[in-house]
């Protein structure tokens, strides 16, 4: 139906910087959260949707021998954006180092909280309709977001799905594989969903968000490291993009839950099946 | 009785246009597959009827399959109403085709509450919905109380992979408060005797959806659904491979009677489906007994089935973290120790 055989594809992937997943937190003595004085690092469904991004660029650039193999010249650009303080900052240094082509960096202050999710998703809505006013016609407008499924520090799981609904864009959550037909502007995803998979077909502009099965992410190479520093970043605060961060929900207090205690070891399995039974557990 | 019935119908129905303080309405959205309602759906609506006011179920599908959920969701405790929508549209529950209704069905704002569980079809609507209400999704919850005289909700919900448990209060600023339920938290609905909740049918909303639906595949199994079971048995990356993890772990489960989880590692490793993950990005399951099977308890798995009755591993590894939440702990070889123990338990 396209007159144009290819089409540019511009991906945008949302990323966040939180406590790395490995680290055993702390609720702080004030229960008004976490200790965040730890080791911190990339979301880990987001490095997915980062690694995602560089895999539809490259499936692409295979896919038409004829153009050339520089990815400077590939028809997909990826943008990685991130909200949060100046250390934020390290997070999109690791999106551009893996394969980013230019980073965004919406700044807060080092004490300031979090924005809720609802919030982060005007933020990425009104930077992508800030873009698509610049690039007017067709090319340059974003058409993709990749985010992850939900961040490991709250567990909401909501971002991608307020975007898309902000938007009014298609959306395939929890995806374990992506497939993009650009000549058609078509994305065929496959999602995990209670009990199995689903497979449904998208209209670009779509937002997608990851599973952990969609791919294993790669390595920055310290070459790439290098190159990443001079990658362009742009920088803004919520006022330039005029979006409120005053959280609409208040965090009454964050507390240790129940703590749970080994009961010991048993010698055999009788004795096992001995306290099994004790509990009232035969065989069904 | 006859007096209580006739009480109820000389209640004036009121339509309000505003949300009363004292009066929370909550629209649960009702999940069903093949005509049978999903137990999360059932503890989202113990939870929606804790808030304390009226509990209205949606039910959406294509014709073939709601006039059976509709009749068995009437009768459910706490339901005072059932909404109904039927659309061959409706087949699949693609958020791009159901936000239009639901923003449709909110617009008589005489709701407080928007509730689900969190099933991957909840988790995908709510929040799509709930932000083009310039609301907020509040997801997994695990208790709420609801204020009247404030109109607030206040929830506890898990974070940081259930490492940490924060309360936050929804306050009256936000109209329609939205949120998803874990369903290990709360009871399902039991059938309510002579209960039986008006329905109601509404007009479905056609939409030209940016997405459609190809196929869907759900892994079939004869145990116990993981979600729900009473018992379930948990292998790990230890079980070697897919053929190993399962003529190690079925007879046990089977002896049981209990569904088979597994550990991220476990799936990654392609031993079991993903629909049987246990954990943060999996299932999260309470049930009765869990018992972990060469899985060595890491965080991500833990969040998973920390809130079980009675866990019991087994593991080579004495210093597997997963003995330190194990109410009995057995140091072995799974290879050994696992048929020993279905032949100890077939004894009886």
């Known amino acids: ?284 | 009785m006859l007096l209580r019935t006739s009480a109820r119908l000389a209640r004036p129905v009121c339509s309000r246009s505003y949300a009363t303080a004292g009066s929370p309405h909550a629209l649960v959205f009702l999940e069903h597959r093949k005509g049978k309602i999903e137990a999360g759906s059932l503890s989202a609506l113990t939870a929606a009827s804790q808030l304390g006011g009226q509990v209205s179920a949606l039910i959406v599908g294509d014709s073939e399959n709601v006039g059976g959920v509709v009749e068995r969701a009437k009768k459910l405790k706490g339901v005072s109403s059932v909404l109904t929508s039927t659309s061959p549209q409706y087949a699949e529950a693609l958020p791009e085709v159901l936000s239009p209704l639901l923003e449709k069905l909110l617009a008589d704002s005489s709701y407080t509450h928007v509730v689900s569980a969190t099933s991957s079809a909840g988790k995908s609507l709510l929040p799509r919905v709930s932000a083009k209400l310039d609301a907020p999704t509040v997801s997994d919850i695990t208790s709420l109380e609801h204020d009247p005289a404030s109109n607030s909700t206040v929830f506890t919900r898990p974070i940081y992979a259930g490492n940490a448990i924060a309360t936050v209060k929804a306050p009256s600023t936000i109209p329609i408060k939205f949120f998803t339920v874990r369903g290990t938290a709360f009871n399902a609905a039991p059938v309510e005797e002579g209960a039986i909740a008006e329905v109601k049918e509404v007009e479905p909303v056609q939409v030209d959806s940016p997405t459609e639906h190809i196929t869907t595949t759900i892994a079939k199994s004869d145990r116990p659904d993981l979600g729900v079971a009473s018992r379930v048995v948990s292998g790990g990356r230890a079980l070697k491979d897919a053929k190993t993890f399962e003529s190690t772990l079925y007879p046990l489960a089977d002896a049981l009677g209990a569904a088979v989880g597994a550990s991220r590692a476990a799936v990654d490793s392609g031993y079991a489906d993903n629909s049987l993950q246990v954990g943060q990005t999996g299932k999260v399951v309470a049930p009765e007994l869990y018992m972990a099977v060469g899985i060595s308890g890491a965080i991500q798995h833990l969040a998973g089935m920390k809130d079980s009755k009675l866990i019991v591993a087994i593991n080579k590894d004495p210093e597997a973290p997963i003995f330190q939440v194990a109410d009995v702990g057995l140091v072995a070889d799974l290879f050994e120790a696992v048929p020993k123990l279905v032949e100890e338990l077939k004894k009886d």
């Not at chain 1, 298609?170 to 993009?180: G, H």
């Open chain 1, 1 to 284: 139906m396209r007159p144009s055989p290819r089409r540019l594809l511009n991906i945008l992937v949302p990323v966040k910087r939180a406590v790395d997943y490995s680290v055993k937190i702390r609720v702080n003595p004030a229960q008004t959260g976490v200790d965040t004085n730890v080791k911190h690092s990339m979301n880990p469904f987001d490095e997915i949707a980062v690694e995602e991004s560089i895999r539809i660029r490259e499936r692409s650039l295979s896919s038409s021998p004829s153009s050339p193999s520089s990815p400077s010249s590939s028809p997909v650009t990826i943008t990685a954006l991130t909200i949060g303080p100046p250390k934020a900052l390290d997070v999109l240094r690791t999106a551009l180092a893996v394969g980013a082509d230019s980073g965004v960096h919406i700044a807060i202050g080092e004490k300031e909280a979090m924005p809720e999710p609802l919030a982060v998703a005007k933020s990425i809505k009104a930077w992508i309709e800030k873009q698509n006013e610049k690039a007017g016609g067709k090319e340059g407008r974003v058409d993709c977001v990749i985010l992850g499924k939900q961040a490991i520090d709250d567990d909401s799981g909501v971002t991608g799905q307020m975007l898309a609904g902000l938007l009014g864009w298609s959306q395939a959550t929890f995806a374990s594989k992506v497939e993009v037909d650009e000549a058609s502007g078509e994305v065929t995803v496959t999602r995990e969903i209670d009990g199995g998979g689903m497979q449904v077909r998208c209209r670009l502009p779509v937002v997608i968000t990851t599973d952990l099965r969609l791919n294993e992410p790669r390595y920055a190479s310290l070459p790439n490291i290098m190159k990443a520093k001079k990658k362009p970043v742009e920088k803004l605060t919520p006022a330039d993009l005029g979006v409120d961060f005053t959280p609409q929900l208040e965090v009454v207090r964050v507390t240790e839950p129940p703590k749970r205690v080994g009961g010991g070891k048993v010698e055999s399995v009788e004795e096992l099946v001995a306290k099994l039974k004790e509990a009232g557990i035969t065989a069904a």
